[in-house]
């Protein structure tokens, strides 16, 4: 299938950019990254149509129950579709993005060559890319779900996601990024574009495989009262990084944004946060929790910005870490940057093993040791599970969650 001209164009002007230097661990951004160990060269990237629906991705769908639309990508391209036909009449459309509707003025809106280097290669390198478009108005009841599923030893892909919510629509959806047991390099780029008055729920579960690097980046907009609420849950991956940027430019506009992950092994997830006010009477509200167990690693940096015109800002920032074996390490590092009054902005970050407290009174009431830990580590990710956009989705986060504690957190 050809591209059209006006993508062979966005292509071309991508691959001619001066500004494809690869990072440093010296910029703040990347400080304690992996970036230093990334070889473009050893991957392949890919640029052949992948075929069919992976076993994998149907098993998860079946799991997922009732689903207002579907798409599976399989390295890149967009293999099945669906969408329930009452929508489609509504205008909602979920599918190709080379094939949606207004396409060339969809993509890059939010993201226009992404925040880093690796946006720019997506740029560049993506296939067919994912588009969700829900006009002014219109609520889709049931979830929309996205299985995006590597199975290409030795490839380099760039999934691309856009989604548009217009005014006073809402939507919920699952973006689910998985693979076979396989070697790979990953990086998706998000672009979530949230009009007037809009509700997007957008809830992201990064399951690769334990020989995938994905370096990922999420870029939002929200406008005059608006919600975003984005999820994360990261526990797949040798080195896996999500950058999130929630760009608050309309008055009355949120973005709630949280995270759980769980790192074992010889694992790193890292994680960068930027929540931007740019306008009056915004609100947004960060909770990231992880565990580490093993030789893992965990890397949080967030940032809260607040620029002149943005009084009457409400922005909180908490990142709580478990430390469950000697060997792990999490780091830490929130940061606020206000240059208004009239605000109410806050950070805070914890790394610590698991409180001694709580144990010993499961301990007394005859909870043995290894199950009181297991529960309070189990326990400790609820908050942010509770609220996760896409609810069928949880209890596969916490199965997942529930491996990693019967491995042993020194494993």
């Known amino acids: 299938m050809s591209s059209p001209q006006w993508l062979v164009d966005k292509r071309s002007a991508a691959v001619h950019t001066d500004q494809f230097a690869m990072p440093s ?35 998860l769908l079946d799991s997922l129950g009732h689903l207002a639309g ?15 036909e009452a929508l489609v009449a509504k205008g909602v459309y979920v599918g190709s993005l080379v094939n949606g509707p207004d396409a ?3 993509l890059g809106v939010v993201a226009d060559g992404g ?19 829900v006009p002014a108005g219109v609520t889709v009841e049931a979830p929309i779900a996205i299985i995006d599923w590597i199975d290409i030893d030795g490839s380099a892909v760039y999934p691309r996601l856009v989604v548009r919510v217009g005014a006073d629509a ?15 390099l990953v990086s998706p780029l998000v672009e979530l574009d949230v009009d007037r008055a809009g509700r997007l729920s957008y809830g992201n579960v990064q399951m690769r495989g334990p020989r995938v690097w994905q370096i990922a980046s999420q870029v939002s907009r929200v406008l005059n009262d608006g919600t975003l609420t984005s999820s994360h849950a990261g526990l797949g991956c040798d080195y896996g990084r999500m950058r999130t940027d929630c760009e608050l430019i309309g008055r009355g506009a949120t973005g709630n944004l949280s995270a759980v992950y769980f790192g074992t092994g010889s694992q790193t997830l890292d994680f960068r946060t930027f929540q931007h006010h740019a306008a009056p009477d915004t609100n947004s509200n960060l909770l990231f929790k992880g565990a580490v167990g093993g030789q893992s690693r965990s890397i949080y940096t967030g940032l809260i910005r607040v620029e002149k015109d943005a009084r009457g800002t409400n922005a909180f920032q908490t990142n709580r870490n ?13 940061n606020l940057e206000i240059e208004t009054n009239d605000v109410k902005c806050s950070h805070a970050s914890t790394v610590g093993p698991v409180d001694e407290e709580q144990v010993f009174y499961l301990e007394s009431r005859g909870v043995p040791t290894e199950i009181a830990e297991r529960l309070i580590v189990a326990g400790f990710f609820d908050e942010v599970l509770e609220e996760f956009p896409v609810a069928a989705a ?6 997942a969650i529930d491996e990693r504690l019967d491995a042993g957190v020194n494993s």
């Open 115 to 133: 925040p880093d280097v690796f946006g720019r290669l997506n740029d560049a390198n993506f296939l067919d890319g994912v588009l969700v478009h």
């Open 170 to 184: 809402d939507v919920r959806i699952l973006d689910w990024h998985g693979s076979a047991d396989i070697a790979a």
């Open 25 to 59: 661990s010296e910029e703040e951004v990347w400080r304690y990254s992996r970036v230093a160990d990334v070889d473009l060269s050893q991957w392949a990237i890919v640029s052949d149509r992948s075929e069919g629906v992976p076993a994998e991705a149907a098993a």
């Open 394 to 399: 949880v209890p596969l986060i916490a199965a």
């Open 104 to 106: 060339q003025n969809s």
């Open 322 to 334: 478990l430390k469950l074996s000697d060997t792990a390490w999490a780091e830490s590092v929130p």
């Open 70 to 84: 579907t798409v599976v990508v399989r390295n890149g391209s967009v293999v099945a579709t669906r969408l329930d």
